[in-house]
């Protein structure tokens, strides 16, 4: 089984609609976070957790809000969906840990469009 | 959060070594610098990471030089498989400001 599982994997909706998405994760970790990837760029990070009462916005969080509802658990919501957030979402673990940042662990991605 | 540039993309040949660079001239000193692949439409996979001299494991090597201005990621004798995107990540320690701020990358392309 996956260590980083989302769901839905796919997902269509309309403008206005909300919408959240999910992540799950097995390994344990303290710290989730969530991206958005469009067409040729890199990951921009929306949001970030450190653990279940400290949340954190990223680079982009307009328009989005999250839920760290257990240590395993962050759910990532778009109250009201536009075209441009169309996109592929990753949600991502890391753990603590001592010499380094250490190694983030992806899931495996939600593709999500706006019409 | 210190800023890295890299090549926008590269090519080259199955069983070649490819030296991939990543410039970061404001890293601070805790900083490290973490290399990740990404293929398409897959999440990042971490390959690398290191905080100065030289790095290796079963898949890559990372070289930093003294002044860790800049870090160049080495892939020996790349396949096919190779092919995809690299991010350079410079990122801090323990940093309660936690924002792991990927690039671009550069887009690998492996010909046969």
């Known amino acids: 089984d996956a260590d980083v599982t989302q769901t839905p994997r796919n997902r269509i909706t309309k403008t206005g609609k909300r919408i959240m998405l999910e992540c799950s994760q097995t390994?344990?970790?303290?710290?989730m976070y969530w991206y958005r990837q469009d067409p040729g760029l890199g990951l921009r990070l929306i949001y970030y957790?450190?653990?279940?009462?400290?949340?954190n916005k990223g680079e982009i969080s307009d328009g989005y809000s999250v839920s760290r509802q257990a240590q395993a658990k962050f759910s990532l919501s778009l109250e009201s969906a536009i075209p441009n957030q169309t996109a592929l979402y990753f949600c991502?673990?890391?753990?603590?840990?001592?010499?380094?940042?250490?190694?983030?662990?992806f899931g495996p991605g939600t593709r999500l469009t706006v019409l | 959060l210190a800023k890295t540039t890299q090549p926008i993309s590269m090519d080259s040949y199955e069983g070649q070594e490819v030296n991939i660079t990543c410039s970061h001239n404001?890293?601070?000193?805790?900083?490290?610098i973490t290399w990740y692949q990404q293929f398409p439409s897959q999440g990042p996979r971490f390959i690398i990471q290191?905080?100065?001299t030289k790095v290796t494991n079963e898949v890559a090597s990372l070289f930093i030089p003294a002044d860790r201005k800049s870090s160049t990621l080495s892939l020996p004798r790349v396949s096919l498989s190779d092919t995809a995107v690299y991010y350079c990540?410079?990122?801090?320690?323990?940093?309660?400001?936690?924002?792991?701020?990927f690039g671009k990358g550069t887009r690998l392309h492996i010909l046969p």
């Open positions: 991502a673990t890391r753990a603590q840990v001592a010499g380094g940042p250490g190694e983030q662990f």
């Open positions: 390994k344990g970790h303290d710290r």
């Open positions: 957790s450190f653990d279940v009462k400290d949340i």
């Open positions: 404001n890293i601070a000193t805790n900083d490290y």
């Open positions: 290191g905080y100065k």
């Open positions: 990540l410079v990122g801090a320690v323990w940093s309660r400001d936690d924002k792991i701020i």
